[in-house]
């Protein structure tokens, strides 16, 4: 004979007169959870959106969107080590570039990956993709420093204003409800393709300046800090007061 659960009226009754004195708070259940709007307005956006689709349409099916997750995150660690060895030798440059290919393929189609098989998991793949991100520019950021192609001064100023503006996309897309890819027609892809661009030059003339006077990654490290800092100086004020309008006292 199978003994009945106790009913809640039954374990009240045989309670402690403390215990049966509390109010009993009914819990309510979690709102489901809603994905945020993608904005994505990069200049290779589209073509890169058609690329990534066809690829998972064609992936073996022992591959899933968590193997590409790790690539990525394995890839941008070796990008890190390769501008390291740069320092001594120049074939780092090209190791670079192409673990860079490398960290695109797999940071880029995981996603995709599973949406195209339905198997997407929004607060997963959301956490993940940007906690490995933000390792992943710290890798960068320390190779590049030890590269001896980049002051560890500028190398380190790109790593603080882009966990900056990580911590301002995450912050619009909990808030807002959107999460925004590219700004200016300029995303991750395409920073990949001009980080790749200055790799190239510099495999060709490790002396390469800009106007004669800057480092060419130098050049380019001050100009990501500007361009990275106009872009929170418009977008945070922006978006607070577009919150404040629409959560007004009274």
């Excluded at 009240?12 to 004195?21: D, E, K, Q, T």
């Excluded at 109010?23 to 259940?29: C, R, Y």
């Excluded at 060895?85 to 797999?106: C, D, K, P, Y």
């Amino acid at each position: 004979m199978i003994a009945k659960q106790p009913l809640l009226d039954d374990v009240l009754h045989n309670a402690p007169r403390h215990v049966r004195a509390q109010p009993i708070t009914m819990l309510e259940p979690a709102p489901a959870f809603r994905s945020a709007r993608r904005h994505l307005n990069g200049l290779s956006s589209e073509l890169e959106k058609r690329l990534l689709v066809w690829l998972a349409e064609r992936l073996p099916t022992g591959i899933n969107s968590d193997h590409l997750t790790a690539l990525g995150f394995v890839s941008m660690f070796l990008v890190g080590a390769s501008y390291a060895m740069a320092r001594w030798n120049r074939s780092g440059l090209i190791l670079a570039t192409l673990f860079l290919a490398l960290n695109w393929f797999g940071d880029s189609l995981d996603g995709t990956l599973a949406r195209v098989r339905k198997h997407e998991r929004p607060r997963y793949g959301f956490y993940v993709d940007h906690m490995l991100d933000t390792f992943g520019a710290l890798f960068l950021a320390a190779g590049l420093a030890g590269s001896g192609y980049v002051d560890w001064r500028i190398a380190f100023g790109v790593l603080i204003v882009f966990l900056m503006l990580m911590i301002e996309i995450c912050l619009a897309t909990y808030t807002l409800g959107v999460f925004r890819l590219s700004f200016a027609g300029l995303g991750a892809t395409e920073l990949r393709i001009l980080l790749a661009a200055g790799n190239v030059a510099l495999w060709f003339n490790p002396l390469a300046r800009v106007l004669q006077s800057y480092r060419l990654l130098d050049f380019g490290g001050c100009l990501a800090i500007a361009a990275i800092t106009i872009m929170l100086a418009v977008t945070v004020p922006r978006h607070i007061l577009k919150l404040y309008r629409e959560e007004r006292l009274g």
